[in-house]
């Protein structure tokens, strides 16, 4: 394997490690610490972790940090099968790296985050599930791809429907945007 894609791998593992075990750590944390950080703390702090990630790590691997970016740029054709497949691989077990630690220092708490309808029929909220992660969708794709959208916002925007998305829909579904 050559530097590059070593660097590409490696971008993507801290970033997905980073997402997971800090936005899950958030919902831990807010858990063990009697609701402190509250909904509107932790949907801030995905975003904030997302817009993060994504300035820091952007120009190495395209900052995916989700196998379902993964595949939307593999299908678009902006990178190739074998390194979607390597993308998604490292990505899938950074999370499970960065929910496990996030587990480990805050105790547990994280099942507050799982996905699932609260308030709202099943297929209410799976319609709101479908219509978050294709917001945040479009946004990560237009934003990576458009030669009008500045570089400078590219962290901005997609931390930002992060966060709109979670504030929006976290207490309903969980929020998961996949």
Do not use: K
């Amino acid at each position: 394997m050559d530097w590059q894609i070593t660097r590409q791998l490696a971008a993507e593992w801290i970033g997905t490690f980073a997402l997971l075990f800090v936005g899950c750590g958030a919902i831990a944390a807010d858990v063990a610490y009697g609701g402190r950080i509250g909904h509107v703390g932790v949907s801030l702090v995905f975003g904030l972790v997302i817009m993060v990630m994504v300035y820091t790590y952007g120009g190495v691997s395209g900052a995916h940090f989700n196998p379902a970016v993964t595949c939307a740029f593999w299908l678009r054709g902006d990178i190739t099968s074998s390194l979607a497949l390597l993308y998604v691989l490292v990505q899938c077990l950074a999370a499970i790296a960065g929910c496990a630690l996030a587990q480990w220092i805050f105790g547990g708490g994280m099942e507050a985050g799982v996905t699932r309808p609260r308030e709202l029929g099943l297929l209410q909220a799976g319609v709101l599930e479908v219509l978050i992660s294709f917001f945040l969708m479009s946004v990560i794709l237009f934003v990576a791809r458009d030669p009008s959208a500045h570089p400078a916002l590219t962290g901005i925007c997609i931390g930002g429907a992060v966060a709109m998305a979670s504030l929006f829909a976290g207490t309903a579904t969980g929020a998961s945007m996949n």
